[in-house]
């Protein structure tokens, strides 16, 4: 009976008293009862140790020898010993005094005195770094503890567990694993009112959730693990609550310091972010060079034609007729022509990137200046079967642009559009009015862009599709010079397209506000087809 009032005393939160009915037990114990007079002793070793006090603890658990007769008794010492060298930091100890303990037979009691062995054991890898074996050993046991429903086991194991997760340093550190272990530890405690074991559980959820930065939390679950520590009516309790807080104000600090570390990654990673950034620009210059060999091929190209026909006339040109001569002339004017576009992108690319490029910025008819780029590709246009139809709005309107480089942009959209538009199919100019702003789109019936190309449409030396109709080349400059002028311009260029749907490529400019005065007169229709 005092042995059972002595455990009600314990599982309180009373120690002194417990301590008292242990020693009562003690004295006044039957010499044969050999089990109870263990039980009796690592009671009071297991109040000594957790008021902190491991000299007495040791002392009452080695009155009784380990080879004392059957196996509860050595194994029960053995065991408590054990956990105490693991509280002291003994590891090595433990490890070899553990080795040599295990039950050997499956009684009820052999099954608690192994729930107490590996609940020790995994506080010792724990403590010795081994969180491989830690986790391995607390998964298994958590689930082995519940399956054979011991309540106080399982929170016990789950408290443990929850260690592996809640240490800053182990591999598997996992703040929110560590919270649901320690929540499913007491959750096993709400029929057990084990006060000592829910302190400590309390007292992890502050120091994790602290962890974390959810401070009120932290706070209330201290405020709690204070209230199950102050139970035990002790002042060495009192104080051991007081060395917890200092503890806590400590893992503060901890934590302070490892936000710096923490600062110190971002820090790193930030570098690694600008290595990669560097290492992306070398890749683009990289990419460059590989372009501009596709542009010297394509600039080698016309030379070689030229030369050829040049040769031709040099050569036969006595014996060529007029309209053989007539041929290999245009011939060498086209392609003089397709060089001279080249090397004005070239330019033009370099004018802009160094800055060196000024525009003019000046109201400018939209309409006719449309016209004038789509009546310059009409030839183009009825050598594919392409009908080029316009859309404007009736009222003269007027851009802020540089008159010189829209048409430029507009030129290269429209040119884009006949080179990917298949035979006989529609290309649709408008020009559409948007408050302050108006749009020039261009849409064509061509194959459409993915989004990875429209993603890349207007980087520098990329072209839209390696499969443009006839095969022409270019400097994949085009489009990355219209949107450098759109917006020096103050406007935007932008498309939308769809795989097997076309594109629509529009240029949009602030409106210019024009007296009627100077605006010049065009009261011909906006509506027109050109084929």
């Known amino acids: 009976m005092r042995y059972q009032w002595a455990s009600i005393l314990e599982i309180t939160g009373n120690y002194p008293d417990a301590l008292r009915s242990y020693t009562d037990v003690l004295k006044s114990r039957d010499s044969s009862d050999e089990t109870l007079t263990t039980l009796s002793l690592c009671g009071a070793g297991r109040i000594e140790y957790q008021l902190g006090d491991f000299a007495s603890a040791t002392q009452i658990l080695e009155t009784q020898t380990l080879a004392c007769n059957g196996e509860i008794a050595p194994l029960l010492l053995g065991v408590h010993r054990a956990q105490l060298l693991v509280a002291e930091g003994h590891l090595?100890?433990?490890?070899?005094?553990?080795?040599?303990?295990?039950?050997?037979?499956?009684?009820?009691?052999?099954?608690?005195?192994?729930?107490?062995?590996?609940?020790?054991?995994?506080?010792?890898?724990?403590?010795?770094?081994?969180?491989?074996?830690?986790?391995?050993?607390?998964?298994?046991?958590?689930?082995?503890?519940?399956?054979?429903?011991?309540?106080?086991?399982?929170?016990?194991?789950?408290?443990?567990?929850?260690?592996?997760f809640s240490y800053k340093h182990s591999p598997y550190y996992s703040p929110p694993l560590a919270l649901e272990h320690f929540h499913r530890a007491l959750s096993h405690l709400e029929q057990a009112p084990f006060y000592d074991l829910q302190a400590r559980i309390h007292l992890g959820l502050a120091q994790t959730y602290r962890a974390i930065k959810h401070d009120r939390k932290a706070f209330a679950h201290l405020q709690r693990y204070s209230n199950f520590r102050t139970t035990a009516l002790s002042i060495r309790t009192v104080h051991e609550i007081k060395q917890a807080e200092i503890k806590l104000a400590i893992h503060q600090k901890a934590l302070e310091l490892s936000a710096l570390e923490n600062r110190y990654h971002v820090l790193e990673q930030q570098m690694n972010s600008a290595l990669r950034t560097v290492e992306e620009?070398?890749?683009?210059?990289?990419?460059?060079?590989?372009?501009?060999?596709?542009?010297?091929?394509?600039?080698?190209?016309?030379?070689?034609?030229?030369?050829?026909?040049?040769?031709?006339?040099?050569?036969?040109?006595?014996?060529?007729?007029?309209?053989?001569?007539?041929?290999?002339?245009?011939?060498?004017?086209?392609?003089?022509?397709?060089?001279?576009?080249?090397?004005?992108?070239?330019?033009?690319?370099?004018?802009?990137?160094?800055?060196?490029?000024?525009?003019?910025?000046?109201?400018?008819?939209?309409?006719?200046?449309?016209?004038?780029?789509?009546?310059?590709?009409?030839?183009?246009?009825?050598?594919?079967?392409?009908?080029?139809?316009?859309?404007?709005?009736?009222?003269?309107?007027?851009?802020?642009?540089?008159?010189?480089?829209?048409?430029?942009?507009?030129?290269?959209?429209?040119?884009?559009?006949?080179?990917?538009?298949?035979?006989?199919?529609?290309?649709?100019?408008?020009?559409?009015?948007?408050?302050?702003?108006?749009?020039?789109?261009?849409?064509d019936e061509g194959p459409g862009l993915n989004?990875?190309?429209?993603?890349?449409?207007?980087?520098?030396?990329?072209?839209?599709?390696?499969?443009?109709?006839?095969?022409?080349?270019?400097?994949?400059?085009?489009?990355?010079?219209?949107?450098?002028f759109v917006e020096a311009m103050h406007g935007y260029v932008g498309c939308v397209s769809r795989p097997g749907h076309g594109s629509t490529f529009y240029i949009e400019l602030p409106r210019a506000q024009v007296n009627e005065r100077e605006s010049i007169g065009i009261n011909a229709s906006r509506v027109e087809q050109t084929t």
């Open 92 to 164: 090595d100890q433990a490890m070899r005094l553990l080795s040599s303990l295990r039950p050997s037979t499956t009684t009820l009691r052999t099954k608690i005195l192994a729930a107490i062995y590996d609940i020790v054991l995994l506080s010792a890898y724990r403590g010795s770094l081994q969180w491989d074996q830690a986790r391995s050993l607390g998964e298994a046991l958590c689930q082995h503890m519940e399956e054979e429903l011991f309540p106080y086991f399982a929170a016990y194991a789950h408290y443990e567990f929850a260690h592996v």
């Open 281 to 443: 620009y070398k890749q683009r210059m990289d990419e460059q060079i590989s372009y501009l060999g596709v542009v010297a091929h394509d600039l080698k190209n016309p030379i070689a034609a030229i030369l050829m026909s040049a040769s031709i006339i040099e050569r036969y040109g006595h014996n060529l007729t007029q309209a053989d001569l007539a041929n290999h002339t245009s011939a060498i004017a086209r392609t003089a022509e397709t060089m001279k576009e080249l090397v004005t992108s070239l330019l033009d690319f370099t004018a802009l990137s160094t800055g060196r490029m000024t525009l003019t910025i000046e109201p400018v008819h939209a309409q006719m200046l449309f016209d004038v780029v789509i009546e310059a590709h009409r030839v183009r246009a009825v050598a594919k079967s392409l009908t080029i139809t316009k859309q404007y709005p009736p009222s003269d309107l007027y851009v802020l642009a540089d008159s010189k480089r829209l048409q430029e942009c507009l030129d290269n959209i429209l040119s884009n559009a006949i080179k990917y538009s298949p035979l006989g199919r529609t290309i649709y100019c408008t020009i559409e009015t948007h408050d302050q702003h108006l749009s020039f789109l261009i849409r």
């Open 451 to 484: 989004e990875e190309e429209q993603r890349r449409l207007f980087r520098e030396f990329t072209r839209a599709r390696s499969t443009a109709k006839g095969n022409e080349g270019g400097t994949g400059l085009g489009l990355s010079i219209v949107q450098r």
